[in-house]
Each structure stands twice: as structure tokens, then as C-alpha cells.
């Protein structure tokens, strides 16, 4: 007999959900650096569901997989989405881009998994906030790319391509957001991208951000983008969001702009149910 992945399921229903929503939680994907990186899966009733992974936000140095899961991901399950949302290493404890080494090790994983776990992994979205965003993004734009695919979890025999993306609120240019003035250092407390990119130098932090920004590996190959962007955003600018949408439609490629007038950076408003549901169509008309 197969062991068991993880920690018995946790069945409920969602507080304004459409159907019920079982809850398994803690099912260990990879062993990295001497950390053991696990997931959850949020699913719906019903057979055959599109399944998306979930990056969480946190600046990459906190938060985990379990941070939006009564306000986000099992509101979208509800709506008729499998939410696999996943623990990546963070900034502190890892050289980038061995988060992304985490999250394509997670996705190969589902595929290697999928027919166990009963989910219908051949095609697969990825959905991230804020920094998440930014993380299931590259992943999006590097398949094959060896050095961002890395070995973590194995699997290598898996594809690690992805057939939608959902990127609510990320850095897509890191040299636009990793540029301060004198005056933004000392009043701004964060430093998101030089924590990610290991440096604080201006020179070398302007050049690993060129090397990693998103608009420059946009092509008419990438799959379908969702961008979604809060207009009162003052962490990541939405014009942010709209340069990585222009990027992608002048490429060839599919990409779909929503503004959330008078959101802010992790704003209530992406978790509503007009949200989660323009979202969840979204989804389930690409996968």
C-alpha cells in the first residue's frame, strides 16, 4: 500500500463559498537546503477541476503557504478551482533563484502526482500575489531554462510548464521597483528586491535586476496572463502591472488587464467574491 502524502484531509464548507471546499494540508513536495517544503490543496466537489498553484506575497522573506488561505484560496476552490498553494524558501534562507528552483520542483511534483491525488494535472495555471506574482511569472517565462529549473523535488522526467498565469500586484520591472533616491532609502523601511537579489550595492543590484526583470523574457510563446493591479497601489506601482501587459500583447502573446479602482497593495478588494469569481471564469475558460 502507498503511504499517505500528508495529514488527513479537513473537510468544511466555505463561509461564502459555492460548494464545499476539503482542505489537505502539510503534503510534503520536496526536501531543499535541509527544509522540507510542503503544500496544501484546497478542492472543490466535483471531478476534474482546473488546478492552479499558488506563490504567496511577503516581500519574499515571510508569510507561508497557509497565509490566504481563509481570505483567498478556499473562496476560489469554491468557485470551482483546485488551490495548491506552496512553500518556497525564503529570501533569508536561500540564494535566489532557488525559490523558483521550489516552485517548478512543485509543479513537476503535481504532475507526477496528479493521477494519485485524483487532479487533473496536465494542465496546469500558477497564481501569485505580490512577490509570489513575480516568482510564478518567471516560472512561466523560463521553461527549460536550466538554471532556473534546477532539481528540487526530482521529477525531472515532469514538465514544468504552466498554461495560465494569474499575477495580481507584482514587481515585473526589478530595476524600476529596486530604484530609490536618497531620500526613498531612508524613509521606505523594505528593500524587497536587493533581499531577493543579495545585495544592497546600487551597481550590482541595477544589473542582477536587469538579468531578472520579466519584460525582457516575454515572447509570443508565453501562456495567457491575467494581470491584475490595484489603482492606489503605493508598494508596487500599477503601472508596474500594466508595462508587463503591454509587454506581452506587443509579443503576441495573450494578456488581460484589470484595474481595481481605490485598491491598494494587498488590498481586501482582490478577495472578494467579484474578484475571485472574474478570476475563477478566467481560469476555467483558459485550463
Do not use: C, N
Not at 86 to 103: K, M, N
Not at 197 to 203: D, P, S
Request: hydrophobic share 40%.
Amino acid at each position: 500500500m502507498a503511504e499517505p502524502l500528508g495529514e488527513p484531509a479537513d473537510r468544511r464548507t466555505v463561509r461564502d463559498g459555492q460548494v464545499p471546499v476539503t482542505v489537505e494540508r502539510g503534503l510534503v513536495y520536496a526536501t531543499a537546503g535541509g527544509t522540507e517544503l510542503r503544500l496544501d490543496v484546497h478542492r472543490p466537489d466535483g471531478p476534474g477541476t482546473p488546478v492552479v498553484l499558488y506563490a504567496h506575497g511577503g516581500g519574499w522573506t515571510r508569510d507561508d503557504r497557509g497565509t490566504d488561505a481563509e481570505t483567498r484560496l478556499a473562496p476560489l476552490a469554491a468557485q470551482g478551482i483546485t488551490v495548491v498553494s506552496a512553500d518556497y524558501r525564503r529570501a533569508s534562507r536561500a540564494v535566489f533563484p532557488q525559490q523558483v528552483h521550489d516552485l517548478k520542483g512543485a509543479v513537476r511534483w503535481l504532475r507526477a502526482h496528479g493521477p494519485r491525488l485524483g487532479l487533473a494535472t496536465e494542465r496546469l495555471g500558477v497564481w501569485g500575489a505580490s512577490a509570489g506574482a513575480y516568482l510564478v511569472s518567471l516560472l512561466a517565462l523560463s521553461e527549460g531554462e536550466e538554471e532556473l529549473e534546477g532539481t528540487v523535488g526530482g521529477h525531472l522526467d515532469r514538465s514544468s510548464a504552466v498554461q495560465a498565469v494569474v499575477h495580481w500586484f507584482g514587481q515585473t520591472d526589478l530595476v524600476a521597483s529596486a530604484s530609490r533616491s536618497a531620500l526613498e532609502r531612508r524613509l521606505l523601511p523594505f528593500h524587497f528586491e536587493a533581499d531577493l537579489l543579495g545585495t544592497t550595492e546600487e551597481e550590482l543590484l541595477a544589473e542582477r535586476a536587469r538579468r531578472w526583470s520579466l519584460l525582457s523574457r516575454v515572447s509570443a510563446g508565453a501562456p495567457p496572463f491575467l494581470v491584475a493591479h490595484g489603482d492606489r497601489d503605493r508598494i508596487v506601482p500599477p503601472a508596474q502591472g500594466f508595462a508587463l501587459h503591454q509587454a506581452l500583447v506587443r509579443a503576441g502573446a495573450r494578456s488581460r488587464l484589470e484595474l481595481l479602482g481605490g485598491a491598494g497593495h494587498e488590498d481586501a478588494e482582490f478577495g472578494s467574491r467579484a474578484t475571485l469569481a472574474a478570476t475563477a471564469a478566467w481560469l476555467r475558460a483558459v485550463l
